[in-house]
């Protein structure tokens, strides 16, 4: 009978993560932020009654996985074992108990059945506004950010805290929007919470204790075999990034035992004074994604399959922020982190990980006004305008790097024709750069070209989000770097990688996104991948020839061979 | 009865090409295989082999309505034509960056599918237009003809023009489409503002992309079948089941064959939607599984559900993301790797895991004794009972029982210490879970409760599995309707005539603007009528009006049925109350204090549906009768049970077969699980249901 509970365990097994994912798609389909039903900024699970991650959702964002398994135990805690009832909600912003900034609201709700508790649901969303001074680098404290909510009741036994809602209604700037997506985490909870009651009455289940036991023994052997596999021994990897005024040093010690994997941060630069600052929980999300990626991708996330992959680092580094220093945009320094690790890694797991890439996000928010220099034209309109977009991934030990996407972050970009029907903003340009993706026997993945302006009589302000300005990313075995992020207005006025930037009625911003870096040396690279490249216009004949060496007579050939619209 | 009447349904697929004649009340079926050098000669060989089943001759063919694969399978094995893309400048790369995002979130050497056309075959034109549809950079007629010589020497076949807005002004589309047919005759052209006008370049482009990648060689092939019909003595209409599960006439279809991709399938879906109207279920999930996927679809009041974009060619596992969205009004399905030779292994947690590799039919599972080394689903089905090994296919492929054995102990029992039995059940729910979780996400997606539906399967290998489906969903009826291997095919028969027209015009409710409204959608009701009377000159066309509608700053729209008159005499509260009522069906509760936007509309103009008779239900009238008995393993108990073996074509209209049991026909068989029991139809389904 051993195997015929084998046989249930591995289907309930299957059922759960299906579970998650039901209760992932449900929270897409009623929110209200942008970032969270566009560019899917949002993560769901499940856990036992202890607090224990048993599955959860893949969505857009590695930076929720540890910060979810860790975020229920800090709810139990704080909510106390016997204040826990059906029917409650609890909810937070809190960027150390939850996700890594007030941006993301956590939502954990109890589950019961016939009147006994068995385990929780939680989701997180990225939300657009949380008030303060929006979403933005240049807060010098969190409580400048905008409101907290420590880890408290939001529903008690089904009634919903009117106060709290009237808090924090009056303190953002959108709160219907905010209301409306708080509603969408507590209803897809109760969605997963239905399909798991449903699940444990088809298998006769009065408790999760048997499955979570069979799930977490079998992750947890199977993540062990894999670290088990590798040389036990240890390198370290740094990262010199832009920072907000001044550089900033990333630096991981990483070590590995026969049973579990430690990335020490030891080394790495202090907090900075901008809300870069990065909280621990959001460090250990993407040091532990990058580790997962290289070594153990099949094997889903869980406590068990994530508690070998241990992460410390220095109060109040950059990469463990203590409250109260600023950590709105604590995704910039984050989305580096796997670059970090893999600078390590690569020393000892050689041909494993790709080069570096454009690492963080290239997002930015245009907050749009009637022009103010001279008097605006009737029909101008105020509106903030937020937009997802990525430069060029690292290049692999066997494949170029991916152009225009999103690494180590999963999210979507917006269409240009949604986005321009939110407000009065026109994208001029939105494309590939060529010659950007560092050269090498694999090429890095090219950055993009955006232009980025506003309808006849607006003004507006820039919100700017970048790095790699100063600091491309490197290439590996010879490659070479990827181009640098640029930023300036069409009239050629420089602007600054990161901040609030006031752009004047009948400017654009010119922006070039960073390329990955290349892997091995461009000498290499086989002639006719530099000649499909070449084709294609990823490289010009300038970089073909000085990089890649090839001659004049293929050059002809290729221009050739677009005049007739052949392929190579 | 006019002999003329005979109507054709002819479906191209993959391996087999399906031919149903329909002699008054009358079906007659043949599968031959498909001819992929010249497709036509399997209809035409098709098709001389079921009018001699009629015995009626090719001049009483008075109606042919044809479905295929051939544009589908053309995107996936790239097999187009030399084909250009002009776009607005800027935006060169739209197709080729995608959505900026991996597909697979752990995959560090994930490659994303290579867009239809590669950046060379990418040209710019300086203009554009805004949002609003105004022009902001007027197109220079100068710049289009410069284009047309670069396209004319290159020597493009076929054009596709994908502007920036252009769904909410065509007007420099179509400038483009007029210089390149007065520069270059001959050319095919394509217009995003044509063939999909909605918001969101990425869909639109890739649309208008894979339509243009086409069009050459589905003109050809419609063209060829058309002469060779001729020439076997029929000039009756011939008509072409497109995605939205409609029929259009074979000049539209030349001219947006785009349209055509999985029409197969989407035939499946009318049939299902057929019975269900015989039957008067309002709510049905179709199960439509063959030997490489699975397909699933829900039919609400006799209408599959329909959806505007889907992808094709996944390129990952059926992943999600991994294909090319196509936006096209489309029967809205769920497809997955699980069919009867998907294939199983054991991963690194000790997890069966099963699909979307398939064996094939060569060498196919490894009972068929072709060299299968893998154990397959169908290796698990004949372990467990629910196949008979000398009657396969009627009996035409011997099935090796001790080889599905090896495969299992192999493939599963020596990983995981199992016997044969325990790894075939093993392999057997994991598939079975599979599907179960497509349809349990793909109902919660669409807001729907499985509890309350009936269930219609079809397909070689549904029968097989769709009574341990119906257990794990919750689902108490279950339908079996006889002709399932030829289903799509019939459903073809099934199907009226319809188009549907769209647009995207953006608009919130406290900005509601009712000359605008009803001036659109007059245009959309004439288009959409327009292509479905060029099919009949006479029948009475209905008109469908849909808003789709969501609270503003949400992303996703719920589509909004609006009778004629509320929709051309629009009215604000009224389309607020008619939104509120489907949004609180949907999610539970309206949000209070938010405003409405809309951001599509589209009127679907269909003919009646053929008129359908109620199916009369036969009353239990004792036991049918058992030609043998077998063992059986029954998964929800976990044992092995003995069996009745009843044969389909025995039984009569009321005769009763009780689980466990499976009930044989050549085509497939229906296993019943101890849960249920079965009662024969008159009109030859078998209707399933628990036991009391």
Known sequence: MQTMTNVANQVMWNRLISVVEEQAQALVRTAFSTSVREAGDLSAGVYDTSGQMLAQAVTGTPGHVNAMADAVAHFIRRIGQDNILEGDGYITNDPWEGTGHLHDITVVSPSFLDGRFVGFFACTAHIVDIGGRGFGADANSVYEEGLYIPIMKFADKGEVDKTLVNIVRGNVREPDQLIGDIYALATCNEIGHRRLIEMMREFKLSSLDSIATFILDNSRRATIEKIAALPASSAEGELRIDGYSNPVDLRVKLSIHTDHIECDFDGTSGLDKKGINVPLVYTKAYACYALKCAIAPEIPNNAASLEPFRVIAPENSIVNALHPAPVALRHVIGHMIPDTVYNALDKLLPHTVPAEGAGCLCNFQVSVRPRTDEPAPEGTVRSEVLTFNSGGAGARPQFDGLNATAFPSGVMTMPVEATENVGPVLIWRKELRPDSGGAGQYRGGLGQYMEVGVVEGHEFDFQAMFDRVDHPAQGRKGGAAGAATTIEQDDGTPMKGKGKQFVPHGRKVMLSFPGGAGYGSPAKRDKHSVKRDLLRGYISADIARSAYDLTDADIREVNAAIERGEDI | ?692
């Open chain 2, 1 to 692: 009865m006019n002999s003329r009447l005979n109507r054709l349904g002819v479906d191209i697929g993959g391996t087999f090409t399906d031919v149903v004649l329909e002699v008054g009340d009358t079906l007659f079926s043949t599968k031959v295989l498909t001819t992929y050098a010249a497709p036509e000669d399997a209809i035409i060989d098709g098709m001389h082999q079921v009018l001699l089943k009629a015995g009626v001759g090719a001049e009483s063919v008075g109606q042919i309505i044809h479905g295929t694969t051939l544009a589908t399978n053309a995107l996936i094995e790239r097999r187009g034509a030399k084909t250009v893309l002009i776009t607005t400048q800027g935006f060169r790369d739209v197709i080729e960056m995608r959505t900026e995002s991996r597909f697979e979130q752990y995959d560090l050497n994930l490659e994303l599918p290579e867009p239809l056309l590669p950046r060379q075959r990418r040209l710019t034109l300086k203009e554009r237009i805004n949002a609003a549809g105004e022009v902001l950079i007027p197109l220079a007629e100068a710049d289009v003809e410069a284009l047309a010589r670069t396209i004319e020497t290159a020597g493009y076949e076929s054009v596709a023009v994908g502007l920036l807005h252009s769904y909410a002004n065509p007007e420099h589309e179509r400038l483009v489409r007029e210089v390149l047919q007065r520069r270059i005759p001959g050319v095919m052209v394509s217009l995003s503002s044509e063939v999909s006008p909605q918001m969101r370049e990425y869909e639109r482009f890739n649309t208008v992309v894979a339509n243009a990648y086409i069009k050459p060689l589905m003109k050809s092939y419609l063209g060829r079948l058309e002469g060779r019909l001729q020439s076997e003595g029929i000039d009756c209409p011939v008509f072409l089941m497109h995605s939205g599960g409609g029929i259009i006439s074979l000049e539209s279809a030349a001219e947006f064959p785009v349209r055509l991709v999985e029409s197969g399938p989407a035939g499946g879906a009318v049939f299902a939607a057929n019975i269900a109207a015989r039957y008067g279920l309002e709510k049905v999930l179709s199960f439509d599984m063959g030997g490489t996927t699975a397909k699933i679809c829900l039919i609400k009041n006799h209408t599959p559900k329909t959806s505007r974009v889907f992808e094709v060619a996944r390129t990952y596992r059926f992943k999600k993301g991994s294909g090319m969205p196509i936006s096209i009004p489309v029967i809205d399905m769920v497809e997955i790797g699980a069919g009867g030779g998907s294939l199983a292994h054991v991963d690194a947690l000790n997890q069966i895991r099963v699909g979307p590799e398939s064996a094939g039919s060569e060498p196919g599972p490894a009972c068929y004794g072709r060299g299968g080394e893998s154990a397959a689903v169908t290796d698990a089905d004949l372990i467990l009972g629910k196949l008979d090994p000398d009657n396969f296919a009627g009996g035409s492929i011997q099935l090796h029982k001790d080889a599905s054995g090896d495969a299992l102990t192999r493939t599963i029992g020596d990983v995981l210490s199992m016997d044969q039995q325990t790894a075939a059940f093993g392999l057997s729910e994991v598939v079975d879970e599979n599907m179960a979780n497509a349809a349990r996400v793909h109902a919660v997606e669409n807001g729907e409760d499985l509890a309350e539906y009936t269930m219609i399967a079809f397909g070689g290998a549904a029968p097989l599995h769709a009574g341990r489906l119906c257990e794990k969903l919750g689902i108490n009826r279950l339908l079996v309707p006889p002709g399932a291997g030829v289903g799509s095919a019939i459903g073809f028969l099934r199907a009226p005539f319809s188009f549907e027209a769209n647009r995207s015009v953006y608009m919130r409710l406290s900005d509601f603007n009712p000359t605008t409204i009803t001036q659109l959608l007059n245009e959309l009701q004439h288009e959409a009528t327009g292509f479905v009377r060029t099919c009949d000159a006479n029948a009475e066309i209905l008109s469908e009006f849909k808003a789709y509608m969501r609270y503003s700053g949400q992303g996703w729209e719920i589509p909004v049925v609006l009778s004629a008159e509320h929709a051309l005499n629009p009215d604000v509260a009224v389309f607020q109350q008619r939104f509120e009522e489907d949004y609180a069906a949907l999610f539970g509760r309206t949000v209070d204090g938010m405003d409405i936007e809309i951001t599509v509309w589209a009127v679907n103009a269909t003919t009646s549906a053929h008129d359908v008779e109620p199916a009369e239900t036969a009353q239990e009238s004792g036991d049918a009768s058992v030609q043998s008995r077998r063992s059986l393993f029954d998964p929800a108990l976990g044992k092995e049970l003995d069996a009745s073996v009843v044969l389909r074509n025995g039984m009569q209209p009321g005769q009763v077969v009780t689980g466990p049991a499976a009930i044989s026909e050549d085509e497939t068989t229906i296993i019943l699980p101890a849960s249920r029991k079965a009662v024969m139809q008159p009109d030859g389904c078998v209707d399933i249901q628990p036991i009391q």
